[in-house]
């Protein structure tokens, strides 16, 4: 609900997209129905630190740096999904297939 992940930069905005993503592998982590779509510096601060604490992804971005303005930066996105995949493949919770 309130995501639309379309592109890199604009989807990301609201950090629903961050806070769903994560939701979807650690479901117990927080109440993703209780969010706000409007309470952009509570959801990147719940989303880089449930991806910190749970899947022990680098905090590459700031939560400062996503609020300072209205669309983030498209490969600041991308290169802070990467390292989650990453993470989350470490963990074993994402499957990739062998070569």
């Known amino acids: 609900q ?3 992940i379309q592109n890199f930069s604009g989807s990301w905005g609201s950090g629903l997209a961050f806070c ?3 939701h979807s592998f650690f479901p117990d982590a927080f109440d993703f129905g209780a969010l ?4 952009r510096r509570q959801n ?4 880089f630190t449930t991806a910190e604490e749970r899947a022990g992804c680098a905090p590459l971005l700031e939560v ?7 669309v983030p930066d498209a490969k ?3 290169t802070y999904i990467q390292e989650l995949y990453r993470c989350l493949v470490a ?3 994402v499957k990739t297939k062998k070569r």
């Open 91 to 93: 963990k074993g919770l």
């Open 20 to 22: 769903a993503l994560l």
């Open 44 to 47: 990147f601060a719940l989303a």
């Open 76 to 78: 600041c996105v991308y």
């Open 64 to 70: 400062e740096d996503m609020v300072r303005l209205p």
């Open 2 to 4: 309130n995501v639309d």
């Open 36 to 39: 706000e779509p409007d309470a």
